[in-house]
């Protein structure tokens, strides 16, 4: 009897252990890589290619699950838009176009993000490409997206065709891939104008914020037109409507204008302003010095004005970026203290300390200077190595008497067989360029000055890695120049030396760069 039992014990937990393990199969497993494929085609009617379609409905069916986004804005028949009425099912969706199709036409349907999957969100740009006559466009036009800037592949830019300049949405478009790689294509034949941007709030409209590259000429597209087009296109920095400024101190104000405005068009009300130079703060910003406090300051291009308020305080006198240790060039035989405010008097108390031989280096009044709000200290006679700036508290004034803190600062010089040269040979059939060297995507250096040679040294180079690049400066102006939506113009073409230059000390490096467009 006791065996029997234990034989139906055994028999009960056999069957609920399979009954648990089979429970636990339905639900699902968590964690595994993440599902970043957006819903694929299974079929389609009319299909992709078909010829001499007469029914206005089309069926679509996906290989999974589907969820619709925006679809009355997504969903877009072209060269015309057409109403239509549209059904979802598990994985299928259905269009009706509420009007007649033209006669021999070719139609593209465009599902423009308006297909993600259930779980994920992914959606994608798909095109079906049908006629109602017995041919179909079959013109196509490729295109490759790169940074202006840094020249890398660009992705999910909106390729657009127009019929004119002035069209507000495009007659075609289609979006790049991982490669910045994009194809257009059952095309009617003509000429077209072409525009590039991220279209980030998915209009398909060219927002002055958004657009980066369009074309000044159109392209004709015949029959036997198949081209891949490189175009650049860097997103702006600043929205075209909006000048980004603040006081940095009571006295400097900062101001970030977008790519397209020049500094030279931004104006201040009843204010003239000095500039400040030498922050390296970048082509779209620039600080100015006011002489006087003011309570608020007004700044205006063409119609568009924006008022600064000012609530600095200043109570001691301090440098804008406060330096503990500087190191210097060996040709440098000058520093220059950035303060915060306009100077008025230098009251002495400026030294230096040489510590190689422990001796003091006393300045006379040739020696330092100032203007605006920078101290200059010329040490052109002094020789040495390694050295203790000096600066007693209240050796800085300004007019309302508010003076400095006293500023201790470690000056070095560094030895010229601890540096580098680069010199770089560039071969350019380009009019108008310079050239720029960076390190760390910072910008290092920028030449100009070579219109009768095309070699070009960069020396007193810290040991580190660099790279080269040559702008093709068509306005003439010494600077990069983005996408300027007023004129249609694109940004000007960078061209990357495709190796990094590997920087040794007290070594000459030889580079050899071809400009070909």
């Not at 220059?336 to 306009?342: H, Q």
Request: charged share 25%; with cysteine.
């Amino acid at each position: 009897m006791a065996r029997k039992i234990m034989y139906m014990l055994a028999y009960r937990y056999i069957i609920i252990s399979i009954l648990l393990s089979a429970c636990a199969q339905v639900g699902s497993i968590s964690g595994g890589p993440k599902d970043d494929i957006p819903p694929r085609i299974v079929s389609c009617s009319p299909f992709d290619g078909q010829k001499m379609v007469k029914s206005t409905q089309m069926t679509i069916e996906f290989d999974e699950f589907i969820k619709l986004q925006n679809p009355s804005e997504n969903i877009i028949l072209l060269p015309a838009n057409i109403e239509y009425d549209y059904m979802l099912k598990g994985k299928t969706l259905r269009i009706e176009f509420q009007e007649k199709l033209k006669e021999n036409t070719t139609y593209s349907l465009y599902l423009n993000g308006a297909i993600l999957d259930i779980t994920e969100g992914n959606d994608s740009l798909i095109q079906i490409a049908f006629s109602t006559g017995p041919e179909i466009d079959e013109n196509q036009a490729s295109f490759i997206v790169s940074d202006g800037y840094s020249g890398k592949p660009n992705k999910n830019v909106l390729i657009a065709l127009y019929d004119s300049l002035t069209q507000i949405e495009p007659t075609y478009f289609s979006k790049s891939d991982d490669q910045g790689y994009s194809r257009l294509r059952a095309l009617k034949e003509g000429s077209f104008y072409y525009a590039a941007f991220l279209d980030e709030n998915k209009n398909r409209i060219r927002d002055r914020d958004e657009i980066q590259f369009a074309s000044k000429d159109a392209v004709y597209l015949d029959s036997t037109f198949s081209d891949t087009l490189k175009m650049p296109i860097t997103k702006p920095e600043v929205s075209f409507f909006n000048i980004d400024a603040e006081f940095i101190t009571p006295y400097i104000l900062e101001v970030n204008k977008p790519n397209w405005v020049s500094f030279d068009s931004l104006k201040f009300k009843d204010h003239d302003l000095n500039v400040l130079d030498g922050f390296g703060l970048g082509e779209n910003t620039r600080r100015y010095i006011v002489s006087e406090y003011v309570e608020a300051l007004e700044i205006n291009i063409d119609t568009l004005n924006k008022k600064v308020r000012n609530d600095v305080d200043l109570s001691i006198l301090s440098l804008i970026n406060p330096i503990k240790k500087l190191e210097l060039l060996p040709d440098s035989c000058c520093i220059e203290l950035n303060f915060e405010a306009p100077i008025h008097k230098l009251n002495g108390g400026i030294s230096m300390l040489n510590l190689n031989d422990s001796s003091r280096i006393e300045f006379d009044s040739s020696q330092i200077s100032f203007n605006l709000n920078k101290v200059s200290i010329d040490f052109k006679n002094q020789s040495f190595t390694k050295a203790i700036l000096n600066i007693d508290s209240a050796s800085v004034s300004t007019a309302n008497g508010i003076v400095n803190d006293k500023l201790n600062m470690i000056i070095g010089r560094i030895a010229e067989e601890e540096l580098g040269v680069i010199n770089v040979n560039v071969e350019t059939e380009l009019d108008y360029w310079f050239i720029e060297l960076f390190q760390n995507n910072k910008l290092v250096s920028l030449q100009t000055d070579f219109v009768q040679s095309d070699l070009v040294s960069f020396a007193n180079l810290k040991p580190g890695k660099y790279e080269v690049r040559v702008v093709k400066d068509e306005n003439k102006n010494n600077r990069w120049d983005a996408f300027n939506p007023e004129d249609y113009s694109g940004p000007e073409k960078r061209f990357i030396y495709n190796r990094t230059i590997k920087v040794k000390a007290n070594w000459e490096h030889e580079v050899d760069f071809e400009i070909i467009e």
